[in-house]
């Protein structure tokens, strides 16, 4: 596709310098995409395969628009069409880019939160997320190098797994190992981010039209994925173009659309089972489930949320078990359970995924799906910072119902808490906007406890609560209820009502893995069983600092049910998706 | 030592989780009768808790609690048979919600704890334990709400005499439940007051001076 823009040339695998010769290789690309569709060169040698070719594209990009036109086949119509349609003109600089070679879903999660400033920057949020280097549609519609170094990315990510050296199987952290390609000139790749340039020592591809490798359709079809997966702007557009039905579509649907793999689950990848996510700054995600307290409880029957955007998933999918997915830029979330990057024996279930769909609901994680101010564990509170001095935090805290001996535990931790939140806690603090909520000091309290998970709760609660205000609640209409002495009682986060059966009350916890969840989502349901939520919307908040696609399917059975049986919702905010279940309960009131 | 204070919430807990299938229409009470019934046997052995009433919160399918609850006194205690212990049970459902499930079993009575001079005290709860169940599972939760079991009291001041006189039976409780009921002990979160771990509540690193956490500000 590089070549196709006039920026790469696939024949000397270089970038061009001019635009005389950008001409020539967009030329040459166009000719490119034309043989594709109709390989006339190989009329005389292999009249079958010319006209076969011929023959098949045109059937299938017919046979797409029509099962377009129809409702069942809607979804797997559009993706064919333009799936055949991008096999054509993916044979434009098809492998010739550049290569560079993906890195798995752990290291696109990395990406996107790492790179996203307003995720782990300043508290706020990037609700696009966005992978470092990258560059998509600039706000000018203007092409961006970096996108075409997506695309390349993905073609080459397809290469690596076609051409003679075999593609390295990676595991979440692993880094690709180098096969030992045959010596050829290294290409050059300007402008090289960080973290694609961490994939140089991959396998090289070929120079040379007679080395171009010939892709299969199925692997186009992943690499046209890849791509739409990478490019929110031109996956944007393919919305307008589709009616959105291209949306609703597994973002892995090149599997749906023609299955090249068969799996066995996550057991496949050489690093399965023993992977240990990063975070965004590059601190190891250990399941050790410390888990930060917050609240709620449940009530009438699911409504569908007024946020959602849910992205339903409606075609089965055969995950990838041996590492293709490619890395770089990130993914849109993806039903959790069997998945590339899932080494969890539970979740070896080729039948489940269709089973989630009906179970829960999955969306983005954007400033629509509500708890969109994210930790921000960058820094505590500095006696030096000029912004927020110590002696304003006090004042702030005066005008709270606190003790000097409360004031000074939370001032202090505030300054030393080993969580790193401090100064993200005194900016929401300082801001004021909660001092409205009823016993907002008993939240503010908990600050002050020796504990640094305790701290990392209630900064969880606040940046929840914190969060409602700035998308228009009143805090007035916000309560951090007091325990009510009886045991297992407690709920975090109350929106208030007029009628208790539209109150919704939440219980919120901040986990650090899946197994967190596993851990904690009973609890949640016995907090909110107890006289304080009786009657209300109740409501179980995970933020879980891990991907979506780490948890297992049979933990999404088990919140399943015991949603179903307790009528607790469950909502669960994913560094890279939201899931809710039961699907499409409303988490919010409206 | 001879005051026992007490936290106004939870100062540590400890869960377990049972998978089952359903026992049918009863949404597994005779599965959590039966847990409820061995953990009071466990509890009474340790004099942690002798068993004389059992609150049942009744509960809908889909809904959760509905705000009724059954005060059930166990007058043959942890020795009740687990059949008559569902029969009493389903007869204190509530006669306006027939399809109401018993959603949650907390067991009552006293316990004792040993004070810093090796004499017992009585305590009308010293010790919380329930069972929450559906149809898929029956859960288990232990927790304590007082300073007896932890190296510091709740003013942070060291009470070594006291920790060491029922710490050890707390952990030897939790570790029975474990064996006996083929279930992993997992610690709940921390709290303001304690942290717990597998089978007791952690020692934190002093303060000053030898002292812990003065957790008083929240009593």
New interface residues.
């Given amino acids: 596709m590089g070549a196709w823009a006039g920026v790469y040339n696939p024949q000397t695998d270089d970038w061009v310098g001019g635009f005389r010769e950008g001409v020539e290789v967009y030329t040459n690309a166009r000719l490119d995409a034309v043989h594709g569709f109709f390989p006339w060169t190989e009329l005389e040698e292999r009249p079958g395969y010319a006209f076969g070719t011929l023959g098949t594209n045109a059937a299938l990009i017919g046979a797409g628009v029509a099962l377009t036109a129809t409702g069942a086949g809607a979804v797997v119509g559009v993706p064919l069409t333009v799936s055949r349609v991008m096999r054509i003109f993916g044979g434009v600089g098809d492998g010739s880019g550049p290569h560079l070679s993906g890195d798995d879903g752990a290291e696109s999660g990395r990406d996107r939160n790492g790179s996203g400033s307003g995720v782990h920057g300043n508290g706020a949020h990037s609700s696009s997320p966005s992978a470092p280097g990258e560059g998509a549609f600039s706000s000018d519609g203007e092409w961006a190098p970096s996108d075409i170094e997506d695309m390349n990315t993905a073609l080459s990510d397809l290469e690596a797994a076609h051409g003679p050296p075999p593609a390295p199987e990676r595991g979440p952290d692993a880094r690709p190992e180098n096969p030992a390609p045959e010596p050829r000139p290294e290409p050059v790749v300007p402008d090289r981010s960080p973290d694609t340039a961490t994939t140089d020592d991959a396998p090289q591809q070929h120079t040379g039209q007679e080395q171009k490798p010939d892709p299969t359709a199925q692997e186009i079809d992943q690499a046209f994925a890849e791509m739409a997966r990478d490019n929110e702007d031109l996956a944007d557009r393919m919305d307008r173009q589709d009616g959105g039905r291209m949306a609703d579509l597994d973002p892995d649907a090149a599997w749906t659309i023609n299955p090249a793999q068969t799996t066995t689950g996550g057991g496949d990848g050489p690093e399965d089972g023993s992977r240990i996510p990063v975070t965004p700054d590059g601190a190891e995600l250990r399941a050790d489930d410390e888990?930060?307290?917050n609240t709620d409880?449940?009530?009438p029957?699911p409504q569908p949320d007024r946020d959602e955007n849910p992205v339903t998933i409606r075609e089965t999918e055969e995950p990838d078990a041996g590492g293709s997915s490619s890395g770089g830029p990130p993914e849109p979330p993806r039903p959790p359970g069997p998945g590339p990057d899932n080494g969890d024996p539970e979740s070896i279930d080729p039948d489940g995924t269709s089973e989630i769909q009906e179970l829960s609901s999955i969306s983005e994680r954007s400033s629509g799906s509500g708890f969109s101010i994210r930790r921000d564990d960058s820094g505590n509170l500095d006696p030096n910072d000029p912004e927020l001095r110590i002696e304003d935090v006090r004042s702030s805290l005066d005008e709270l119902d606190l003790?000097e001996?409360?004031k000074d535990?939370i001032i202090r931790k505030l300054q030393e808490t080993l969580t790193g939140e401090g100064r993200q806690v005194t900016q929401i603090i300082q801001s004021g906007k909660l001092n409205a909520a009823d016993s907002f000091s008993d939240l503010l309290?908990?600050f002050?406890?020796?504990?640094d998970?305790?701290f990392r709760?209630a900064a969880a609660e606040l940046r929840f609560a914190y969060d409602l205000v700035l998308e228009g609640r009143s805090a007035r209409d916000i309560e951090f209820p007091p325990?009510s002495?009886v045991?297992?009682d407690?709920v975090d986060v109350v929106i208030k009502s007029e009628t208790r059966e539209n109150q919704f009350s939440y219980q919120i916890k901040d986990v650090e893995s899946k197994n967190g969840v596993r851990?904690?989502y009973?609890?949640v349901?016995?907090q909110?069983?107890?006289p304080t939520a009786?009657?209300t919307r109740?409501v179980g908040i995970f933020e879980v600092n891990q991907s979506i696609n780490e948890l297992p399917e049979a933990m999404v059975r088990?919140l399943s049910?015991?949603s179903?049986?307790?009528?607790?919702a469950f909502r669960l905010y994913f560094t890279d998706g939201v899931m809710t279940v039961p699907p499409d309960t409303q988490i919010y009131p409206e | 030592m001879t005051r026992l204070l007490s936290s106004p919430e939870t100062t540590a807990a400890w869960n377990w989780e049972i998978e089952t299938e359903s026992d049918g229409e009863n949404g597994n009470l005779g599965r959590g009768a039966r847990a409820a019934l061995s953990m009071a046997e466990i509890l009474k052995k340790h004099g942690l808790l002798d068993l004389s009433q059992m609150m049942v919160s009744w509960h809908r399918a889909g809904v959760g609690p509905i705000g009724f609850r059954s005060l059930i006194s166990m007058h043959e205690g942890a020795s009740t048979s687990p059949d008559d212990l569902v029969q009493m049970i389903s007869a204190s459902r509530p006669a306006g919600y027939t399809d109401a499930l018993a959603g949650q079993l907390e067991l009552l009575g006293p316990g004792v704890w040993i004070n810093n001079e090796g004499h017992t005290k009585r305590e009308q709860k010293l010790i919380g334990a329930f069972l929450s169940m559906d149809e898929f599972a029956v859960w288990g939760t232990l927790w304590v709400m007082h300073d007896i079991w932890s190296y510091y009291d709740f003013s942070g001041q060291p009470h070594p005499e006291v920790y060491n006189n029922n710490a050890p039976r707390l952990a030897s409780v939790l570790k029975e439940i474990e064996t006996s009921l083929d279930v992993e002990i997992e610690e709940g979160e921390p709290t303001y007051f304690a942290t717990p771990e597998k089978y007791g509540i952690l020692t934190p690193t002093t303060e000053a001076e030898g002292l812990g956490f003065d957790a008083t500000d929240r009593l």
Avoid: E, I, W
């Fill in positions: 888990v930060t307290d409880n449940g009530g029957a003790s001996s409360q535990k309290a908990k002050g406890s020796s504990k998970h305790k709760g325990n002495g045991p297992g407690d851990k904690f009973n609890t349901v016995d909110l069983s107890g009786d009657g109740r088990r049910d015991r179903m049986s307790s009528g607790v």
